[in-house]
T-cell receptor, first 111, second 111 residues
Framework: DTAVSQTPKYLVTQMGNDKSIKCEQN?????MYWYKQDSKKFLKIMFSYNNKELIINETVPNRFSPKSPDKAHLNLHINSLELGDSAVYFC??????????FGSGTRLTVV | GIQVEQSPPDLILQEGANSTLRCNFS?????LQWFHQNPWGQLINLFYIPSGTKQNGRLSATTVATERYSLLYISSSQTTDSGVYFCAVERSSANAGKSTFGDGTTLTVKP
């Protein structure tokens, strides 16, 4: 019954590796997002998709590539992981004039 | 970009006390949301409130869009209210899908 589900919940990986985080929502929402929360709890938008189309692409390194195969899924692939990529990554979805529903987050630790 | 300031940054309450959290923003907004991040990291949407007043149990929120602020009221606080409260604003339909978060208010409710 989970509305927005992310996998994996925890990810520990070495510098230089490539990893993916998956997100799926079953709410029928049109828009999906990736947010990054750093160690000081600051939340910052990375990407936003509306009906599979990229609408927001903040100043994020090219190593981060989102992909939306359909409007219920938004995945995040990260190449050549760096120490500074360690953070909690949140997926969210929303519908026009309604608030966001967040997933439970993926804690990425790069060692 | 739009600036979002939340106050106070930290708040410690005794169980049963009431509190008011404030969110100021630097430009007119299309939407405004309040979130609670619990100690386990889960982000819960409390209110979608671009203007007016809403109530949900012990929580209520008021947004005065013309004066560029929003208030979140917590009455009869409980230890489960502890966590970080975020305000997030979206500046205009041209920035649809791009909510800017404040730095949050960390609330600790003591038994």
């Amino acid at each position: 019954d989970t509305a927005v589900s992310q996998t994996p919940k925890y990810l520990v990986t070495q510098m230089g590796n490539d990893k993916s985080i998956k997100c799926e929502q079953n709410l029928g929402h049109d828009t999906m997002y990736w947010y990054k929360q750093d160690s000081k709890k600051f939340l910052k938008i990375m990407f936003s998709y509306n009906n599979k189309e990229l609408i927001i692409n903040e100043t994020v390194p090219n190593r981060f590539s989102p992909k939306s195969p359909d409007k219920a899924h938004l995945n995040l692939h990260i190449n050549s992981l760096e120490l500074g990529d360690s953070a909690v990554y949140f997926c969210a979805s929303s519908h026009f004039n309604y608030g966001y529903t967040f997933g439970s987050g993926t804690r990425l630790t790069v060692v | 970009g739009i600036q979002v300031e939340q106050s106070p940054p930290d708040l410690i309450l005794q169980e049963g006390a009431n509190s008011t959290l404030r969110c100021n923003f630097s430009d007119s907004v299309n939407n405004l949301q309040w979130f609670h991040q619990n100690p386990w990291g889960q982000l819960i949407n409390l209110f979608y409130i671009p203007s007016g007043t809403k109530q949900n149990g012990r929580l209520s929120a008021t947004t005065v869009a013309t004066e560029r602020y929003s208030l979140l009221y917590i009455s009869s606080s409980q230890t489960t209210d502890s966590g970080v409260y975020f305000c997030a604003v979206e500046r205009s339909s041209a920035n649809a899908g791009k909510s800017t978060f404040g730095d949050g208010t960390t609330l600790t409710v003591k038994p």
